[in-house]
Nanobody, 126 residues
């Protein structure tokens, strides 16, 4: 059973930084794609960033491009999201997700992901 466990959320002032981690268990192979999503109360779950494990191609939503960086450490089986220059509108529950994918690209529809973590809360105050 694939397991994803997020950590690293918290409260920070606008302009600050946080690094989210997602520990991944039993999800191996090169045809993997992992993503970060976020969901604010009363809103849809939105894709934030994704990475194709095979060649480490990374993709970002326009709202976070230039501020967030997604990365993956195979040796530690961990996915990261470095978030800089945080804004109050970044406040949300952040989820990591995983799916099998034969090629790189943007996979922004949450319905096509096979596995999800429980989420970690990020709160940015002004």
């Amino acid at each position: 059973q694939v397991q994803l466990l997020e950590s690293g959320g918290g409260s920070v002032q606008a302009g600050g930084s946080l690094r989210l981690s997602c520990a991944v268990s039993r999800f191996t192979g090169s045809s993997r794609y992992m993503g970060w999503f976020r969901q604010a109360p009363g809103k849809e779950r939105n894709w934030v960033a994704g990475i194709y494990i095979g060649d480490r191609s990374a993709y970002y939503a326009d709202s976070v491009k230039g501020r967030f960086t997604i990365s993956q450490d195979n040796a530690k089986n961990t996915l990261y999201l470095q978030m800089n220059s945080l804004k109050p509108e970044d406040t949300a529950m952040y989820y990591c997700a995983a799916r099998w994918a034969g090629r790189a690209g943007v996979y922004s529809d949450p319905k096509i992901y096979n596995y999800w973590g429980q989420g970690t809360q990020v709160t940015v105050s002004s």
